[in-house]
RNA sequence: GCCGGGAUGGCGGAAUCGGUAGACGCAGCGGAUUCAAAAUCCGCCGCUGGUAACAGUGUGGGGGUUCGAGUCCCCCUCCCGGCACCA
């Protein structure tokens, strides 16, 4: 045995071992229960970073956790091929997307190899190949065929001067990211997954979800956004609007329908439409409206302006005539594109009728009296529910008593009834873009929109191709558009977009289970091992991916593909890496990001940090904060020369030790050390194990300790205990701790000593045990090195034994009015009077009673005596 | 703007059911070892006062419940994630 740690050699010696024996290889024919560990695939960038380093190690976790607690584990890996930045490279190097895309899955492979993850790559996937995607187009044309995808004009980014379809992401204070050109929404005509119609569902079934984070089942809540009101009609005035109809809006407060007082739609509406073919001033608001990006985020932050169409309705109850708005405010993608205007009671409204001088109408009174009129400033009491009034014969009602009255006269009218509307709105999956997976639909001028036959499937992508940046390839290519109609054999137009690359990433984890499988999607491997028992994967996925997740398997379900609704039993949602970030602003202002490894920093003696200098030439820089590692803080930190230095273990244990798998996680050269110093201080403990306290490899623990011992042992299984308490609700930074714990008490042990060599054995076979899964090369190697056994990884878990955790005496806490002031031994067994009898005899209890009677004695037995006097 | 989350020493974090605040680690300070350094080992380490014993104070800010609050309730501030075409 080496007398100093050498991760290089044992590493590469540990991943030689797992390779050749298949370690990780999973089949269906185990007798040990199915444990599927999943983290979510990355996408090829090209290097791997810090964020997929923790997500993977965490996973590795958890998979070989589960694999020494004796389950049938499989943890699949692969590659989320498609998507935007292979384009952006594309035109940037002038490299095609494929190229870069596969170049970039091979170099990032090797990175993940270094790490020694419990990977089955015999499972790999690649969103982008043939074989996957056939699967995906397959799916569509069958949920085309049930209705569950179809065809309608969609809103998108228009950037006018590149002719293109721009993301959210790539517009930029409303100007096209390349072209700086404002950026305009227009309408195209787009496939869609019907998700609304499993909304109820999705809904309901996050209370099947015990394991699930409750801020993640929130959020999709939320997302999902059900909410109970009343759909009202408002009759067109026929003497402003030339045809006959009724504007439709949806509201959760019909109980303030009497005080409303106008109507807005969005600028997309055909009242809007009709009005502007009269009004050019209109046609140029409404133009205007059109201009800057579609991202939600814009909308709801942008001024609120509005303008009026001079088109009447009439309110359904009252007969009064309202007029109607064209409001920037209001989005044609939610419930009617179209609001009832209640100013007194509505926060929004009510600022945009007094900027355009609307009648305001206060219909509601709070129950607590807070106002009794509305005032020149908007308060929060006027949302408030409470009691109606200037409600003719609604006065009176409250809140429900109201919503149920004006609802029943409504229906009775035939101008409304109640109605359930959902935030979330069908999933838009049509892309104006080359690398993704081309829809498998061809346009036929006879027969409409017609899918592709099984038995020309898959539509391949073609790789060899130029991109320019403006629009998609595919369009400029009649090799791949111009086919024959498959109904009637006429000329036609196949589809020239692509899907949204979510699709891929909503059915990979079925995939993984049946990827040999040319025949089918899925196959009943799929059945065996679904759904995924542990997901790992960023927060920022709480909501879209999941959701898309958890709506394609209920989809694949009613496909009869598999008898599954919940995709992921247990989820948990990794923070962020995070890392100091460091800039000296050059002579234009502009900031240059220099990377934490160029810089040194000196503290002054309470270790507090002073200033920052560049390595390079001593002058100082600036200290920017904490932030999110990335390309463009240029405070990333290389996995792999981390790796290099220390070794995958070290970078591995530092991860799991430095914080809490959910919380952000902030880098630390220091910290690294630090888990590199204690895996140094491992082996040297398994040398000295073998070198010095040899001959207790074989001894019993004798049932009697000396107490000095006896202590040592139960520190060591007291550890265990709590480590293993930690397991199981997956705070992997304190079992490290406890597993440092563990070695410092192991150090303790004098030497020479039988009985101490024996609890040196139990206690360090505990302790590699406990690494294992966090450092798996160490425990690997130092196992055998020790001779405790061939292969870890058949080791039982570790238990706590009862008799190492037996003690005579416990120390208890004793509080003066709440106060600590001092603590007394009692034994074990002691009763509770006994304990309290203890407790003010103490010395310190008759210090600080000052001879007063106690007035309440609190006694928690195991913790506390608190006297109150 | 809307939805969700977070804030504890110089730093990362711990505190299992409302019961010893600061475990474990990093940084720092002091010492041993060394010709010297690295590495290693030992000790100290929330803040204020005190040589010390000890006392006071302390979990983003303000209020409340309780014998007892980092933990529960109300209000506020700041930071982070998501917002439907980044993945």
């Given amino acids: ?22 370690a990780f290889r999973a089949t269906e024919d185990s007798p040990r229960p199915k444990y599927y560990c999943l983290s979510m695939f990355p996408y090829p960038s090209g290097k791997l970073h810090m964020g997929h380093v923790r997500n993977y190690t965490i996973g590795d976790v958890f998979a070989r956790y589960h694999y020494m607690r004796g389950y049938n584990v499989l943890q699949p890996m692969g590659w989320d091929a498609f998507g935007m930045p292979a384009e952006n490279a594309a035109i940037q190097n002038n490299v095609p997307p494929a190229k870069w895309t596969y170049d970039n899955i091979d170099y990032m492979k090797d990175q993940l190899k270094r790490l020694g993850f419990a990977v089955d790559w015999s499972r790999e996937i690649a969103t982008c190949a043939p074989e996957y995607y056939r699967w995906e187009q397959w799916l569509f044309t069958r949920l085309f065929e ?3 995808i179809y065809k309608r004009l969609g809103t998108v980014n228009w950037d006018p001067v590149d002719e293109t379809v721009l993301a959210n992401e790539q517009v930029i204070d409303g100007r096209g990211w390349r072209s700086g050109a404002l950026i305009e929404k227009r309408e195209i005509p787009m496939y869609y997954m019907r998700i609304t119609a499993y909304a109820d569902e999705l809904l309901a079934a996050l209370d099947t979800l015990p394991d699930w984070p409750e801020q993640v089942k929130l959020m999709q809540k939320n997302w999902i956004g059900r909410s109970e009101g009343v759909e009202a009609h408002f009759p067109y005035d026929a003497t402003s609007i030339g045809e006959a109809g009724a504007l439709k809006v949806f509201t959760t407060r019909a109980d303030t329908l009497m005080g409303a007082t106008y109507v807005a739609v ?4 055909a009242l809007a439409m009709i009005a502007a073919a009269r009004n050019p001033a209109l046609a140029a608001f409404i133009e205007e409206c059109k201009q800057g990006g579609m991202a939600e985020a814009t909308l709801a932050t942008m001024e609120k302006k509005g303008m009026d169409t001079g088109l009447k309705v009439v309110h359904p109850l009252t007969g009064e005539s309202l007029p ?5 405010y209001v989005l044609m993608g939610y419930g009617e594109g179209a609001v009832m205007a209640v100013p007194a009671h509505d926060e929004r409204d009510f600022a945009f009728a007094r900027q355009y001088g609307l009648p305001i109408r206060m219909v509601i009174r709070s129950t607590e009296g807070r106002y009794t009129e509305v005032s020149e400033q908007w308060i929060d009491a006027y949302a408030e529910y409470g009691q109606l009034v200037n409600s003719g014969k609604y006065d009176g009602l409250d809140y429900q008593g109201a919503v149920d009255a004006i609802a029943a006269d409504l229906a009775a009218k035939g101008l409304g009834q109640k109605r359930v509307q959902f935030r979330r709105r069908d999933w838009g999956i049509s892309r104006q873009r080359y690398w993704g997976c081309p829809i498998p639909m061809v346009r036929c001028d006879d027969c409409g929109d017609v899918p592709v036959p099984d038995e020309q499937l898959p539509v391949v992508l073609p790789e060899d191709v130029e991109l320019t940046g403006r629009g998609s390839p595919l369009t400029r290519m009649p090799s791949f558009f111009e086919c024959a109609c498959p109904r009637c054999g006429k000329p036609a137009r196949r589809e020239t977009d692509t899907m949204d690359t979510f699709v891929e990433s909503s059915w990979y984890f079925l995939r993984y289970a049946s990827n040999d499988n040319s025949e089918a999607m899925i196959d009943a491997r799929a059945g065996y091992w679904a759904p995924v028992d542990q997901y790992i994967g960023g927060i920022e996925h709480a909501i879209l991916h999941l959701l898309y997740s958890r709506f394609f398997t209920r989809a694949l379900r009613d496909c009869g593909l598999i008898d599954l609704s ?3 039993a247990r989820l948990l949602t990794q923070g962020m890496v995070v ?5 000296r602003e050059d002579e234009n202002g502009n900031k240059q990001w220099i990377n934490p490894t160029d810089i040194s920093v000196t503290t002054d003696e309470r270790g ?8 390079a030439d001593g002058l100082p820089v600036t200290i920017g904060g904490i932030e999110k590692m990335s390309k463009s803080k240029n405070n990333g930190v290389d996995p792999l020369s981390m790796i290099e230095q220390y070794g995958a273990d070290t970078v591995r244990l530092f991860i799991m030790f430095a914080a809490p798998p959910d919380q952000q996680l902030e880098w630390s050269d220091s910290g690294v050390e630090g888990a590199s110093r204690f895996l140094r201080r491992v082996w040297a403990f398994g040398y000295g194990l073998l070198t010095e306290h040899g001959i207790g490899k074989n001894s019993e ?6 107490a000095p011992l006896a202590d040592v042992r139960r520190e060591i299984h007291t550890h265990l205990k709590q480590a293993n308490h930690d397991f199981a609700k997956h705070q992997f930074n304190t079992v490290v701790s406890a597993a440092m714990k563990i070695l410092n008490a192991l150090e303790k042990l004098p030497h020479g000593d039988a009985s101490a060599s024996a609890i040196a054995f139990e206690g360090f076979s505990i302790l590699l045990r406990l690494l294992s899964p966090v450092t798996p090369h160490i425990a690997h190697a130092l196992w055998q090195e020790c001779g405790l056994g061939d292969d870890i990884l058949a080791a039982p878990w570790p238990e706590p034994k009862s008799d190492a955790l037996a003690q005579d005496e416990i120390e208890l806490m004793l509080q003066i009015n709440g106060k600590l002031r001092g603590s007394f031994r009692v034994t074990a067994d002691a009763q509770r009077s006994d304990i309290e009898t203890t407790a003010l005899a103490t010395e310190a209890a008759q210090r600080f009673m000052e001879g007063k009677p106690a007035k309440k004695v609190v006694t928690v037995p195991g913790r506390l005596v608190n006297i109150v006097v």
Avoid: C
């Fill in 1 to 22: 045995m080496q007398d100093k740690y050498q991760p290089a050699a044992i590493e590469a010696a540990a991943q030689d071992h797992w390779d050749s024996t298949m």
């Fill in 146 to 148: 049930k209705g569950l």
């Fill in 266 to 269: 969005a600028a997309e509406h």
């Fill in 324 to 328: 109607v708005w064209v409001a920037n």
């Fill in 566 to 568: 919940e995709p992921f």
């Fill in 579 to 583: 890392a100091s970030s460091y800039y």
């Fill in 608 to 615: 507090r940090p002073v200033n920052a200098t560049l390595k």
């Fill in 701 to 706: 623990i004798p049932s009697s300790l000396p």
